[in-house]
């Protein structure tokens, strides 16, 4: 499986981006699905995540960031509202089936302050 993110870039506090992961086969046979974090000097992070039954999301992005998926398209998206400095980071795009692990290359993010 591979994992292709886009759709980062600088944007102004209180803005919106919509970032998409694209994978190689079908998303719907993968376990699940989601996207994590890494900002500088801090230990990577999980923003969102989407299985067929659940969505889930990191406290800091709750009401604001949506995760979303397309099996027509074999896309994830993730949907960023009302951006804050500390958004800043590279957003990875990450897939699961059963033990196995599948990441992308991450797409940066920045937010100036």
């Known amino acids: 499986v591979q994992l292709q993110a886009s759709g980062g870039g600088l944007v102004r506090a209180g803005g919106s981006l919509r970032l998409s992961c694209v994978a190689s086969?079908?998303?719907?046979?993968?376990?699940?699905m989601a996207w994590y974090r890494r900002a500088p000097g801090k230990f990577r992070e999980l923003v969102a995540k989407?299985?067929?039954?659940?969505?889930d999301y990191g406290d800091s992005v709750k009401g604001r960031f949506t995760i979303s998926r397309d099996g027509d398209a074999n896309t994830v998206y993730l949907q960023m509202n009302s951006l804050k400095d500390e958004d800043t980071a590279v957003y990875l795009c990450?897939?699961?089936?059963?033990?196995?692990?599948?990441w992308g290359e991450g797409t940066q993010v920045t937010i100036p302050a």
């Open positions: 989407i299985t067929e039954t659940t969505t």
């Open positions: 990450h897939a699961w089936i059963s033990t196995t692990d599948y």
């Open positions: 086969g079908s998303i719907f046979s993968m376990d699940g």
